[in-house]
């Protein structure tokens, strides 16, 4: 078994480093470390400002609570597992406790550096930096370490009482961090001290009285390579995977905004699937609240101006893919419609998205009485959304479409 986990942890890798490269190109990176250097600068500044209160120790008990509840279990089981493996479920338990380490090494990282994160507001705070430091990090490690032990659990027919062990642990979790922020990190320390000795001598029992669940393992990790797939697919074709459509009926007055007629097919056709789609509006809806997060946070024009823009071109780049949406579909080849009409309705269907997004930034910025800031982000984004619509997606585009 731990010869198989090394053959599929081995494959999984490299079909992962194939789509890494394509995520992580030259501008995504680029506006990632401009937007990792703008967010040390304005935490820089932030911390500063704060001062020992209990809605500081609610806020950042909620933060790394999340934190704490991402990252799953990567068990990179297959469906023919449930046929062939099942003779040696007993001997499965080395393969998953591979997977389970395999598991905690990009959290422990994740957290590792929000700990790390938390020096110099501990020094703000009056706490000693680096004994509050060590603590946090070595509490957060042991939760996430029961954690990922309770998704192991999860995948096994247990005679458990409580319905959802997991999301227990998290409001325990949560309320423990609130306590460390508090008072002191040592709170927290202790309380996750206590939960692994008391699994710990749970846990043994419990795996040897219980019996692997195929069909939860396999679904389970299916579930989570889909998300990541489906991520993957906002960069570039992943091959078979199917695009989730939604109804969403309280969507459908906006369809109204486009008439359904021979001009505007096109245009019908592209809002009505950025509206229904699974893909596009949750990625647009998403950047559009973290940006409004972070317009409501700083408080430099200049600073607001640049992450609009980052913001806007993030967003803009990553709604590029949507134009090839309908290229597989024969029958959008013949539609009686003009040639041009489609990178038209598309174009003015981005611009729409970037400039509502400019909208929704300026009266952020007009609710916390930024004049300055509001008007710098109206006219600069403006600028920005025309310039990146009319000229860089226009060109793009119409290069990638006679390409393909």
């Not at 704490?68 to 062939?84: M, R, S």
């Not at 609710?367 to 982000?377: D, F, G």
């Not at 860089?392 to 290069?399: D, E, F, G, S």
Request: aromatic residues 16%; hydrophobic residues 55%; charged residues 15%.
């Amino acid at each position: 078994m731990v010869a198989l986990w090394r053959t599929r942890l081995r494959q999984h890798v490299q079909e992962q480093q194939k789509y890494l490269r394509l995520v992580f190109n030259d501008h995504f990176v680029l506006v990632l470390l401009i937007l990792f250097g703008g967010a040390l600068y304005a935490y820089s500044l932030l911390v500063k400002t704060l001062q020992p209160s209990w809605w500081l120790a609610l806020c950042l008990a909620v933060i790394f609570t999340a934190l704490i509840a991402l990252g799953q279990l990567a068990t990179l089981a297959q469906a023919p597992d449930q046929v062939f493996l099942l003779p040696k479920a007993e001997a499965f338990s080395d393969y998953l406790l591979k997977a389970r380490r395999y598991s905690m090494m990009l959290p422990a990282t994740l957290l590792g550096f929000a700990a790390l994160a938390m020096w110099p507001l501990f020094a703000q705070l009056g706490q000693d930096p680096i004994s509050a430091t060590v603590t946090l990090l070595l509490a957060v490690w042991l939760f996430k370490d029961l954690d990922l032990w309770l998704q192991l659990l999860q995948r096994y027919h247990l005679p458990i009482n409580w319905r959802h062990p997991r999301l227990v642990l998290l409001v325990i979790t949560f309320a423990a961090l609130f306590l460390g922020f508090y008072l002191h990190p040592a709170v927290a320390l202790l309380v996750a001290l206590t939960l692994n000795l008391v699994f710990r001598w749970l846990r043994s029992s419990l795996l040897a009285d219980g019996l692997l669940n195929f069909e939860a393992l396999i679904d389970l990790e299916a579930d989570r390579m889909g998300r990541l797939y489906r991520f993957y697919n906002l960069f570039t074709d992943v091959p078979g995977l199917a695009n989730s459509v939604h109804r969403r009926r309280y969507l459908d007055p906006l369809l109204k905004l486009v008439k359904p007629s021979k001009t505007e097919t096109w245009a019908y056709l592209y809002l009505r699937g950025f509206l229904r789609g699974g893909e596009y509006l949750g990625l647009y809806l998403r950047l559009l609240v973290i940006g409004a997060i972070i317009v409501a946070v700083l408080s430099q024009w200049w600073l607001l101006l640049g992450f609009t823009i980052l913001f806007l071109y993030m967003v803009g780049f990553q709604l590029l893919p949507f134009f090839f949406q309908y290229d597989e579909i024969v029958f959008t080849h013949l539609y009686p419609v003009a040639p041009n009409q489609k990178l038209a309705a598309f174009e003015r269907l981005l611009m729409t998205l970037l400039l509502l997004e400019v909208v929704v930034f300026t009266l952020v910025a007009l609710i916390r009485l930024q004049w300055l800031a509001a008007l710098t982000i109206f006219v600069g984004g403006t600028a920005f959304v025309w310039g990146f619509t009319r000229w860089y997606a226009h060109v793009r585009l119409r290069v990638h479409d006679a390409m393909r």
